[in-house]
């Protein structure tokens, strides 16, 4: 009986006619109706991403398809910088050096985000670097690494520039063509308000060239293969029929309601729960460049994380997320992306208010819903 | 308005009841209640593939699996034997060349199955191999290898059997520890009846130990990685919580129906649509271990197999499968396994006459059905 609210950064909550969309009796993968599906997302994809080129999709969590823009553009021995400023950052690292590859770590403080000089300074160092590889927003810290000056500083070297947009990509404009971005990364259970299963990497024509020359080892994440397959509205192999039928109803829904609009309603949220984090007297984890799609909020120092992610589970049914690895226990957050309302919002709010008191956090009770509210009101 | 009536090899239609249960709202996928739900996902695979050995799931198809089987087993330069008779099969060679590993193959004409004498002397002769690739049923030709026997061959050797039975694993039997099966492949879209996104794989102890000195690069289907994870009901990355669900609930159906029942059903359902296939004068594609779980036919002279395949797609609504590769156009095939029963192979049987006798085959009409019908009602 208990109702269930998913507010934590992914998987975010299905809308009820894309579950009953995939509800729906399953159709062939290899028919000229789900060739006819594959056209259509991937059109949906295009312009989701605001790009040309062509956007790929694979069954497989993010991970995937992070591991695939590494298995297509190296080779063993070759060096890439990493963008370590958070828990995704960090897999950068170790899916290189499981590639043979050397990673150029950038060590940056959880909470803060990558200067662009540092990267242009390690570029021009060592030219032999042949990939930057950097989140756009690091889902672990709430921060939002700064995408479009990074494809100003790789722009003129010999390195493409690879983005993991998992959680970013439809929360907030990331305008692949326009701001020259090399390879963005997707999934389907963050912002496209989909179960988890499909990820997406757009490809542009630097790293279509770089991909000609690596050699490490890929098969089921061979761009090359997918190219091709995908190209002629095929899957190389067995498509995730459900996810597809899922994501063509989530586009229609975009598309009626426009992306504007998506994205405009996703900064009042934020900008609301950010505005209730104050008004208890709390701060944020993320010290730079803090996300519109998510939240992390520093926990009064006596009050351990995880138990307000518990709090809200076990009494309320509500799934919000804690911190990880390092911010384990020190943190907890709040996805403002996906197919979630103000009232989800207020909803959150008023929930974490009634933990942190429970918790025996001082702070007047009421205070972050009615900072909320304001702001949704002038809005 | 048309019906959907899927009876391809895969997917295959999914029990309406599983597609509700996978309609429900999500939970979060590091919930302790999705760890309940992962933990009883891992005792039904292990209940069917009739196994003590952990059995690992990864969100690709079918094909990731078997390429986890390569990237987590062998090193570059390791020699593997394979068995190419059939689509399926001579993928195992091209994903071990993509990683640098050399294929023995063995090239067993396509409708027919490996000898094991033969797999027997290639170890024999050189005990520097180090695995055998092969499948329980080539789904492309409807020929179930012998894969008892083949345990029987390597059991001695150094060398470790990998089995791909993405379409065989709950349409008959394969008793994992009876038999001594080292490395067992499955997925979700065949006899388990949910859609395209899961796949499974079954690791004993001999294979666990020559993960241990592999060198292939691997990270999002690292074995070790999700057997850490996994032992403890976690995913190692986001997992596709909708299909673990849907899981659960065919877990639930199959416990209630008992799987000798679903295993007696299929063999019904195989003789009756063989029988029909004799009614019409026409072959088997399948000259040796014709499989349960699909039948492939062999076109008469002048009948594409193609235009067979999409007579019922276009009419009817119907989805059975064509040739591939080499087969194009010289067979068509029909699937056993999974939610359907003895009217669905009835209405293959009357389509496919339908569309024989359109397409200008002679042969009497009703007579495959009357054949069909007449095993039905024996059983």
């Keep these: 009986m208990k109702k269930v609210s998913l507010l934590a950064p992914g998987p975010t909550p299905v809308p009820p006619r894309t579950l ?25 994809l295009k312009k989701l991403f605001q ?10 969590s993010g991970t995937g398809a992070m ?21 995704f950052g960090e897999r950068w690292a170790l899916i290189l050096k499981a590639y043979g590859c050397t990673p150029v770590e950038i060590l940056v403080p959880w909470g803060q985000a990558v200067n662009p000089a540092d990267v242009a300074k390690l570029l021009k160092d060592d030219p032999s670097i042949k990939a930057v590889y950097v989140q756009a927003l690091e889902t672990s810290t709430g921060v939002d690494h700064p995408i479009e000056e990074l494809a100003q500083v790789t722009k003129n070297t010999g390195a493409v520039l690879v983005v993991d947009a998992v959680s970013a990509l439809g929360a907030y404009p990331i305008p692949v063509d ?17 179960p988890p299963g499909l990820a997406f990497a757009s490809i542009g024509p630097k790293a279509l060239e770089m991909m000609k020359t690596s050699k490490c080892p890929k098969f089921y994440f061979s761009w090359a293969k997918e190219l091709k397959s995908q190209g002629e509205n095929k899957g190389a192999f067995t498509s995730p029929v459900t996810l ?9 829904m975009l598309d009626e309601w426009g992306m504007d ?6 900064v009042i949220r934020s900008k609301a729960f950010k505005a209730a984090v ?21 926990c009064p120092e006596n009050i351990d994380g995880q138990k307000v992610v518990k709090w809200l589970k076990d009494k309320y049914g509500i799934f919000i997320a804690g911190g990880q690895d390092q911010a384990k226990g020190k943190i907890f957050r709040v996805a403002h992306m996906g197919y979630i309302n103000e009232f989800d919002t207020l909803q959150a709010i008023s929930a974490i208010e009634m933990a942190l008191k429970g918790l025996g956090y001082a702070f007047e009770m009421g205070s972050g819903v009615a900072a909320a509210q304001k702001i949704f009101g002038e809005n």
Tied chains: 1, 2.
């Design 20 to 44: 009953l969309a995939m509800a729906q009796p399953l159709i062939h993968h290899r028919s000229a109706d789900f060739q006819e599906v594959i056209g259509k997302v991937r059109a949906g």
């Design 51 to 60: 790009t040309q080129n062509e956007v790929l999709t694979f069954c497989s």
């Design 67 to 87: 591991e695939s823009s590494v298995a297509n553009l190296l080779s063993p021995g070759d060096k890439a910088i990493t963008v370590s400023g958070g828990k």
């Design 178 to 194: 326009q701001w020259g971005l090399d390879v963005v990364l997707s999934g389907s259970q963050k912002a496209l308000m989909l």
């Design 244 to 252: 597809f039928m899922g994501l063509l109803d989530i586009f229609a």
């Design 261 to 266: 609009k998506v994205y405009a309603e996703t």
């Design 278 to 298: 104050k008004a208890w007297g709390l701060d944020l984890y993320s010290k730079q460049r803090p996300s519109v799609a998510l939240t992390a909020v520093q």
